[in-house]
């Protein structure tokens, strides 16, 4: 069973740009996840999809990120404009329950945004 | 306020000796997981172990167990036997049963390095 990816894993864009990045869950794992970790504090919730649907995006900082899970397959996470403070590293992670507490969450290697 | 805390940024520890990772936590929800997660310099988020709070044993998973100290709100990672391998990035989470929703809340994590 292929693990949970994510592309590209490293991205370098300037202030302004905008930039996508992609995750594709494991095969049959209805719920997804985005996290974020900025250098050196720990790694944040962004949202969580159930298939299509945002269950929880109460993590996603402002309105220049966009999540879109069209399909209920793969996500994407767009930044537009992408500023200084966006640098970090974008982790997706899925899971076939969310229910309960001790469900397992599955990560991809992450993405590594630097914005400059 | 920050709900995961590890409070070593980085800790040494030399071959085949046991060493401990501190996490503390703050709820109020009286349900709740606590979770720690390996990260290799590959970058991907390893599950290693979970402990229910309502758990009445310390968890255990072959070379990691879990000292979980519910009245001091504590929950280290013990490591036993360390081998180079273990050297790494980790995290230790939490997600709350009856406020939490499904998000997954970590510390800013401590990096390992196990000396030969």
């Known amino acids: 069973e292929a693990g949970v990816t994510q592309f590209p894993s490293h991205s370098v864009i300037e202030k302004g740009q905008t930039v996508t990045l992609r995750c594709d869950p494991i095969?049959?794992?209805?719920?997804l996840y985005w996290y974020r970790r900025v250098m050196g504090k720990e790694i944040k919730f962004l949202l969580h999809?159930?298939?299509?649907?945002?269950?929880?995006e109460s993590g996603m900082p402002n309105n220049r990120f966009l999540a879109e899970r069209t399909g209920g397959t793969y996500s994407t996470l767009k930044v537009q404009p992408a500023e200084l403070e966006d640098s970090g590293v974008y982790f997706c992670?899925?899971?076939?329950?969310?229910?309960?507490?001790?469900?397992?969450?599955?990560f991809g290697p992450g993405t590594r945004l630097t914005v400059t | 306020a920050q709900k995961i805390t590890q409070t070593q940024p980085g800790m040494f520890v030399q071959e085949k000796e046991a060493v401990t990772l501190d996490c503390t936590y703050d709820t109020s929800d009286p349900s709740y997981g606590l979770f720690w997660y390996k990260q290799p310099s590959s970058g991907e988020m390893i599950f290693l172990i979970y402990q229910g709070s309502y758990d009445q044993q310390n968890a255990t998973e072959g070379r990691y167990s879990l000292n979980f100290q519910k009245a001091r709100k504590s929950a280290n990672l013990v490591i036993s036997a360390s081998q180079l391998g273990d050297s790494a990035m980790y995290f230790c989470a939490m997600r709350e049963g009856d406020t939490g929703g499904f998000k997954t809340i970590f510390g800013a994590g401590t990096r390992l390095f196990v000396k030969a």
């Open positions: 095969s049959g794992h209805d719920n």
């Open positions: 999809f159930v298939k299509e649907s945002k269950q929880d």
């Open positions: 992670a899925s899971s076939r329950l969310a229910g309960g507490l001790s469900y397992e969450q599955y």
